[in-house]
């Protein structure tokens, strides 16, 4: 079993960059896929990147590719989601989770969440 707990959102000016992380608890992180995922008011909650057990594969939503990188240090137990050229439309509660098989887009495959954090980004 794994703990999950994200820090980094808060209130920045489009354009602007943030940097999440997310900590987790246990000896058996780096048996995890990881994956951030984020959720608006009103709206469904939504992949926004994923990465496998070593780090070299990674996958990303298409409203995000080319400015969010996620990336993970399995000697930190923590993986990492670098948000640059934020936009408003980035803004949402961000939840980074934990899973076995890498199907990185598909929410039924992380048994493991965080409480979220939440990410504003003002025009």
């Known amino acids: 079993q794994v703990q999950l707990v994200e820090s980094g959102g808060g209130l920045v000016q489009a354009g602007g960059s943030l940097r999440l992380s997310c900590a987790a608890t246990?000896?058996?992180?780096?048996?995890?896929?990881m994956g951030w995922f984020r959720q608006a008011p009103g709206k469904e909650r939504e992949f926004v990147a994923g990465?496998?057990?070593?780090?070299?594969?990674?996958s990303y939503a298409d409203s995000v590719k080319g400015r969010f990188t996620i990336s993970r240090d399995n000697a930190k137990n923590t993986v990492y989601l670098q948000m640059n050229n934020l936009k408003p439309e980035d803004t949402a509660v961000y939840y980074c989770?934990?899973?076995?098989?890498?199907?990185?887009?598909?929410?039924?495959?992380?048994?493991?969440w965080g409480q979220g954090t939440q990410v504003t980004v003002s025009s």
């Open positions: 990465i496998n057990r070593s780090g070299d594969s990674t």
């Open positions: 246990g000896r058996t992180f780096r048996t995890y896929v």
């Open positions: 989770a934990a899973g076995i098989r890498m199907v990185p887009f598909d929410m039924r495959e992380y048994q493991y």
